[in-house]
């Protein structure tokens, strides 16, 4: 299987825990996406890697998050001090982005979390 | 700032029949990308269509068919003949063509196909 690949699919945490998820993209694929999906709306931009570089930060994304991609290809997305905000599902998206050239985003399974 | 509306919260079609699911965006910038992106129970967001604000034609992939009308700033999703395994959320979404590309989406359309 060649596509974006997110483990673990589900984490069920308890409030003030740390979490952090893995996002493994297609292999050729220079940009990674990270989203938040909360119940009944669509998903919502939280960050952008182009290669290693984090390029830009949703408003979304408070200190308590972080996100990594230290070698260019899989990406980690931690949470630290869980609230029950924090409950959503977590969507990883790649695309290959060259001068003049702008691909689809294909998406992962995402990680559903819920905070209790 | 980039807007997408889905005003269609649930759809119920009958098996076989086709199917429309509105979707009006609004930008002020000229260069910009149309998604239709599906969604079943199983949480994976799953490309369906593109459509580019300069492309000529509208866009047709398979059974899927976007009715782009740029004047009036909308992309409808059109499924032919449609089937049980249709059954999702079809979510809208729209892409600048520079900078970060990131992906803004709709509020989604929750459709359901009847046997």
């Known amino acids: 299987d060649t596509g974006v690949s997110q483990n673990p699919r589900h984490k069920i945490t308890k409030r003030g825990q740390n979490v952090t998820f893995r996002c493994d993209p297609i292999s050729e694929h220079n940009r990674l996406y990270w989203y938040r999906q909360t119940l009944g709306q669509g998903p919502e931009f939280l960050t952008y890697?182009?290669?290693?570089?984090?390029?830009?930060k949703s408003r979304l994304l408070s200190d308590r998050f972080s996100a990594e991609r230290p070698k260019g290809s899989f990406s980690t997305l931690e949470i630290q001090r869980t609230e029950q905000g924090d409950s959503a599902m977590y969507l990883c998206?790649?695309?290959?982005?060259?001068?003049?050239?702008?691909?689809?985003?294909?998406f992962g399974p995402g990680t559903r979390l819920l905070v209790l | 700032a980039q807007k997408i509306t889905q005003t269609q919260p649930g759809m119920f079609v009958q098996e076989k029949e086709a199917v429309t699911l509105d979707c009006t965006y609004d930008t002020s910038d000229p260069s910009y990308g149309l998604f239709w992106y599906k969604q079943p129970s199983s949480g994976e967001m799953i490309f369906l269509i593109y459509?580019?604000?300069?492309?000529?034609q509208n866009a047709t992939e398979g059974r899927y068919s976007l009715n782009f009308q740029k004047a009036r700033k909308s992309a409808n999703l059109v499924i032919s003949a449609s089937q049980l395994g249709d059954s999702a959320m079809y979510f809208c979404a729209m892409r600048f063509n520079f900078g970060n590309e990131k992906l803004t989406f709709g509020t989604g359309t929750r459709l359901t196909i009847i046997p």
């Open positions: 998206a790649s695309s290959l982005v060259l001068a003049g050239v702008l691909e689809t985003q294909y």
């Open positions: 459509q580019g604000s300069y492309d000529q």
């Open positions: 890697f182009q290669n290693e570089a984090q390029l830009e």
